[in-house]
């Protein structure tokens, strides 16, 4: 079974600052996605990947396979970046899921 | 990204009635849905995966005369929790893929609530 491992748990930055969330996991895996999930419940996949580094407007995702470690940055964070991240890494056609990491962003 | 739509949103129920959710693949074929369940902080945590045409594959611990899911087209996919407790109260998510399970699109959700 793979453990995935969230930290930090909990995070609150004021606007603008740049942002590192890190996500760690057991075995191996197929994929790594990066999701975000507003407080209404609905989940936006951000990233999926199995190496290197990817990057979307203020985020980047960025991951080591040899590690089994990714990180989450978002730069010049905003108040509507406040919402909980959750790192799932697939193996074996399934998803597993990290807690999550709740990030305040204060205006 | 491909849009995945759920139905309904949100629902109220009484002990021991049956509901049913909807997961909806809108602009693409959705070779294999998931379905997922979330209880207040807590991670997400996979129920069973279904394929079109094929007899869900569920999780340990998820009963499957509890939760029926029909997957009988590309587009649509179905759970059913019978009988529902009040400790079936939670977070419904569903997710579709196409060839790439990897590749999920996820749902908004369904929320449930069971008095």
């Known amino acids: 079974k793979n453990e995935v491992e969230q930290s930090p748990q909990n995070l609150t930055a004021q606007e603008g600052e740049f942002i590192t969330i890190n996500c760690s996991y057991s075995?191996?895996?197929?994929?790594l996605h990066w999701l975000q999930q507003h407080p209404g419940g609905g989940i936006v996949s951000l990233f999926m990947?199995?190496?290197g580094k990817k990057k979307h407007g203020r985020l980047i995702a960025t991951i080591n396979i040899q590690e089994k470690h990714s990180s989450l940055h978002i730069t010049a964070s905003h108040p509507r970046d406040s919402a909980v991240y959750i790192c799932?890494?697939?193996?074996?056609?399934?998803?597993?899921f990290g807690k999550g990491t709740l990030l305040t962003v204060n205006p | 990204g491909a849009v995945v739509s759920q139905h309904p949103s949100r629902v109220i129920c009484k002990s021991g009635t049956s509901v049913k959710i909807e997961c909806r693949s809108l602009?693409?074929?959705?070779?294999?849905m998931f379905w997922y369940r979330q209880f207040p902080k807590k991670s997400l945590m996979l129920m069973a995966t279904?394929?079109?045409?094929?007899?869900?594959?569920?999780e340990q611990g998820v009963e499957k005369d509890k939760f029926l899911i029909n997957h009988a087209s590309l587009t649509l996919s179905t759970l059913t929790v019978t009988s529902a407790h009040p400790e079936d109260s939670s977070f419904y998510i569903c997710?579709?893929?196409?060839?790439?399970?990897?590749?999920?699109?996820f749902g908004p959700g369904t929320r449930l609530l069971v008095l």
């Open positions: 799932a890494v697939g193996s074996n056609y399934k998803l597993t």
């Open positions: 997710s579709a893929s196409g060839r790439a399970w990897e590749t999920q699109y």
């Open positions: 075995v191996g895996i197929s994929a």
């Open positions: 602009d693409f074929q959705a070779t294999t």
């Open positions: 990947l199995s190496s």
């Open positions: 279904s394929n079109e045409g094929s007899k869900a594959t569920y």
